[in-house]
């Protein structure tokens, strides 16, 4: 299970730098055009991965509080898209911690936006962040297509298996 995580975690790092890769090469009108999705733009959508995956980064860290960082942050879109990468890589490094499997195995408490307690294991939380991820990526890559951006990114995970 370890080993299988790890893959998914050091996908999402690649995943998340094929887009960002794109992403950084547009204009703020690029960014905030509006596009029918789960978030009204590109850049609101990027910042609610970010900022998704700094919850439950900060829920396996048993962090008693969560900070959203959509709702607070006052950067630059760069400067977003550089803290997302760091995130996304701090999973891998909270997984090679792990002694072995069961290490991940342990259940974990945490609350949800509404206030009401969760409990989870330690591996199904990760796949969570991981799989959450994937599911807005794919927004990302469709809004990018309506947008005409030009390169839009493969992110499948075969790709990322198959690279060199």
């Given at each position: 299970?370890?080993?299988?995580?790890?893959?998914?975690?050091?996908?999402?790092?690649?995943?998340?730098?094929?887009?960002?890769?794109?992403?950084?090469?547009?204009?703020?009108?690029m960014?905030?055009?509006?596009?029918?999705?789960?978030?009204?733009?590109?850049?609101?959508?990027?910042?609610?991965?970010?900022?998704?995956?700094?919850?439950?980064?900060?829920?396996?860290?048993?962090?008693?509080?969560?900070?959203?960082?959509?709702?607070?942050f006052?950067?630059?879109?760069?400067?977003?898209?550089?803290?997302?990468?760091?995130?996304?890589?701090?999973?891998?490094?909270?997984?090679?911690?792990?002694?072995?499997?069961?290490?991940?195995e342990?259940?974990?408490?945490?609350?949800?936006s509404?206030?009401?307690?969760?409990?989870?294991?330690?591996?199904?939380?990760?796949?969570?962040?991981?799989?959450?991820?994937?599911?807005?990526?794919?927004?990302?890559?469709t809004?990018?297509?309506?947008?005409?951006?030009?390169s839009?990114?493969?992110?499948?995970?075969?790709?990322?298996?198959?690279?060199?």
């Amino acid at each position: 299970m370890k080993e299988l995580l790890l893959q998914y975690a050091r996908y999402n790092v690649w995943a998340n730098k094929r887009i960002i890769d794109v992403l950084l090469k547009l204009d703020d009108e690029m960014l905030d055009q509006a596009v029918e999705s789960s978030f009204p733009s590109l850049r609101a959508t990027v910042y609610h991965i970010w900022s998704a995956e700094f919850v439950w980064l900060q829920r396996l860290q048993l962090t008693e509080n969560p900070v959203w960082l959509d709702k607070t942050f006052k950067g630059s879109f760069p400067e977003a898209c550089d803290d997302w990468q760091k995130v996304s890589e701090t999973f891998i490094n909270f997984i090679e911690r792990k002694y072995d499997d069961k290490a991940l195995e342990h259940v974990m408490q945490y609350y949800n936006s509404e206030k009401k307690s969760f409990k989870n294991p330690e591996y199904v939380t990760l796949m969570q962040a991981f799989n959450h991820a994937t599911y807005h990526r794919g927004q990302l890559i469709t809004m990018m297509r309506q947008l005409n951006i030009p390169s839009v990114p493969n992110t499948d995970f075969i790709t990322f298996f198959r690279k060199p």
